[in-house]
């Protein structure tokens, strides 16, 4: 087995600067993201409603027009 080789304290110093930037980039964009993605789901929410309603009425019309004499 090869013992380990010595890692310049530069590239730990750049290996460790790398990982907080990212994780500070990481939070940053998250919380940028986090308002935009709760406004989507409302609209979606509200559209689902909406879909909703119509396919209710569009099943008792559907019905209704179903439940005739003539049939």
């Known amino acids: 087995m090869v013992p380990p080789v010595q890692v310049s304290p530069l590239i730990k110093t750049a290996r460790w600067s790398a ?11 998250y919380d ?27 099943k008792q019309l559907a019905e209704a027009n179903s439940d005739s004499i003539l049939q």
């Open 19 to 29: 990982l907080l930037v990212g994780i500070i980039y990481g939070k940053q964009r």
């Open 32 to 58: 940028y993201l986090k308002p935009i993605a709760a406004e989507e789901r409302r609209v979606e929410e509200a559209e689902k409603k909406l879909r909703e309603e119509q396919e209710r009425i569009y």
